[in-house]
């Protein structure tokens, strides 16, 4: 393993010595430079492009939203679907032209993305403008890829790393000031034959409890309400670890730092989200009561030809125990609809299982063929049209079960976190209970947001709760 320290400090003098050149060009031009990072995809990405706008802070740059007045423009790209790396190559396409008004314009192209060959091929063929490109595992090596790039003036396409660590004590520059992520892990080792994750991200690696707990116990410090902790499959954490440690242990530990937060974590595989684990969260006193329990398929023979290697009967046990120890958990899930030969039946089996379960949201996504993959190169693939006929079928029968749980909330006191002014009605604000769910509510953004505060919805539909009579307030 290589040394954490070592390579802090070299990604630290690699930013002083950015940071030196950007200040030379800064009195040239007089004016400071500035970066704008773009995230596609998941809460990973999120946290990752977190640590990038901290290392472009370090290097001098001002962070900005408009790409058309940054010197250095960042891409932090999805690829667990084919719309999501279409919409990313649309984008980067766009930032040629920012290019030809600023020609010492610097485009980086990271995330999972970037860790695939054939689209870094791409990139290199029909991207000429795009400067640098580097895998997810690479990321803290931004500073010396932008020297590189610099001292060369050629494009630098950083070796296709996945299995490093990251260099603890990196700087961070959160978005939020109440809610954090915190990555526990990266990678993983599951290869559910659908999916890119384990060839983009690389083999399970999990950061030291005792750098999380710091991290954590600093965040509370801060005054961060509700913390995340982020993992492709949390429930391995600690395997790779030398002092022996599972995530059920991490979370007791956390668990057990004073004050008035919220502990959160996925994602949770059902294969080995054990008793051990749902125990610690019933007894915890910070721990949320939400639980993302991805189930993918509620069909036997899908699921084993997924990998998962988990069948129905077990991922009801799993539910099953939860309810019992934590009644009032609001449970969560991701569903696959169309993966390659399923059936009617096999459909129908992920219907029922909606059905038994009663799952209070889930995230469903039609089968996405990815290169490389197992799943992808079957030839039983599911029609497109059957996959939106399927697709639709799920939804609305999720809106009536997700209805009908919220409906259960109306009337009752709920603790909010309030996030501030809501974004679809400006007039409402909007925060989210215990349980992850969203509620909107009439109420002084300055004094609320940010705060806990107790609200009694008065309606529901599908996906929200309401302390407002009319939908608009
Ligand atoms: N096609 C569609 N959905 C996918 N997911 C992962 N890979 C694919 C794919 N190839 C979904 C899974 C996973 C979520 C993050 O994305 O449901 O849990
Ligand atoms: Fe992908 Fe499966 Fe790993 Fe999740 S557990 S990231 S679905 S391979």
């Known amino acids: 393993m290589k040394e954490y320290t070592t390579l802090t400090s070299e990604v630290l003098t690699a930013c002083e010595q950015v940071k030196e050149q950007n200040n030379t060009r800064s009195l040239e031009t007089g004016k400071a430079p500035r970066a704008y990072v773009l995230t596609f995809g998941c809460q990973q990405n999120e946290a990752d492009s977190e640590l990038l706008c901290g290392?472009?802070?370090?290097?001098?740059?001002?962070?900005?939203?408009?790409?058309?007045?940054?010197?250095?423009?960042?891409?932090?790209?999805?690829?667990?679907?084919?719309?999501?790396?279409k919409k990313a190559l649309s984008i980067i396409g766009g930032f040629k032209a920012c290019k030809r008004q600023n020609p010492d314009l610097i485009i980086g192209v990271t995330g999972c993305m970037a860790a695939e060959a054939h689209r870094r091929e791409e990139i290199k063929q029909k991207y000429p403008y795009v400067d640098l490109v580097f895998s997810p595992a690479s990321r803290h090596r931004l500073p010396q890829l932008i020297l590189e790039k610099r001292m060369s003036g050629k494009r630098v396409f950083c070796p296709e790393e996945r299995d490093l660590t990251m260099p603890e004590g990196l700087p961070v520059r959160r978005k939020n000031s109440y809610r954090a992520w915190v990555s526990i892990m990266y990678g993983c080792n599951n290869f559910c034959s659908y999916c890119i994750v384990p060839y983009v991200r690389g083999r399970e690696r999990s950061r030291k409890a005792s750098e999380i707990v710091s991290e954590v116990e600093a965040l509370v410090g801060e005054g961060y309400k509700d913390i995340t902790l982020l993992g492709q499959n949390v429930n391995s954490y600690g395997k790779d670890l030398e002092?022996?440690?599972?995530?059920?242990?991490?979370?007791?530990?956390?668990?057990?730092?004073?004050?008035?937060?919220?502990?959160?974590?996925?994602?949770?595989?059902?294969?080995?989200?054990?008793?051990?684990?749902?125990?610690?969260?019933?007894?915890?006193?910070?721990?949320?009561?939400?639980?993302?329990?991805?189930?993918?398929?509620?069909s036997d023979k899908v699921l084993k030809e997924m990998n998962r290697h988990y069948d129905r009967?077990?991922?009801?046990?799993?539910?099953?125990?939860?309810?019992?120890?934590?009644?009032?958990?609001?449970?969560?899930?991701?569903?696959?609809?169309?993966?390659?030969?399923?059936?009617?039946?096999?459909?129908?089996?992920?219907?029922?299982?909606?059905?038994?379960?009663?799952?209070?949201?889930?995230?469903?996504?039609?089968?996405s063929p990815r290169k490389g993959t197992p799943a992808a190169g079957r030839e039983d693939q599911v029609p497109k049209d059957v996959k939106a006929e399927r697709f639709d079928r799920l939804?609305?029968?999720?809106?009536?079960?997700?209805l009908a749980n919220n409906q259960k909330l109306v009337g009752k006191e709920l603790r909010i976190l309030c996030d501030g002014p809501s974004k679809s009605n400006p007039n409402l604000l909007s925060g989210r209970?215990?349980?992850?769910?969203?509620?909107?509510?009439?109420?002084?953004?300055?004094?609320?947001?940010?705060?806990?505060?107790?609200?009694?919805?008065?309606?529901?539909?599908?996906?929200?709760?309401y302390e407002t009579e009319q939908k608009d307030g």
Not at 395 to 402: M, R, S, V
């Open 433 to 465: 209970t215990d349980g992850g769910k969203i509620v909107f509510f009439h109420g002084d953004a300055k004094k609320m947001t940010g705060q806990y505060v107790l609200v009694t919805p008065k309606r529901a539909d599908a996906y929200s709760l």
């Open 55 to 85: 290392l472009c802070q370090k290097m001098g740059y001002e962070i900005t939203d408009d790409p058309k007045e940054a010197d250095l423009i960042l891409a932090n790209t999805c690829a667990i679907r084919e719309h999501a790396e």
């Open 395 to 402: 939804l609305a029968l999720q809106n009536e079960i997700g």
């Open 313 to 367: 009967e077990k991922y009801l046990a799993t539910v099953a125990y939860l309810r019992e120890k934590i009644p009032d958990v609001t449970l969560s899930t991701d569903i696959i609809v169309g993966f390659p030969g399923e059936s009617d039946e096999d459909f129908e089996d992920t219907l029922s299982i909606l059905n038994e379960v009663k799952f209070d949201q889930i995230f469903s996504f039609l089968y």
């Open 243 to 298: 002092t022996p440690i599972d995530f059920a242990d991490l979370l007791a530990r956390l668990d057990a730092i004073p004050g008035d937060f919220r502990l959160r974590f996925m994602t949770s595989h059902p294969k080995d989200a054990g008793k051990k684990l749902i125990d610690v969260m019933a007894a915890s006193s910070h721990v949320a009561r939400q639980f993302h329990l991805p189930l993918q398929s509620g």
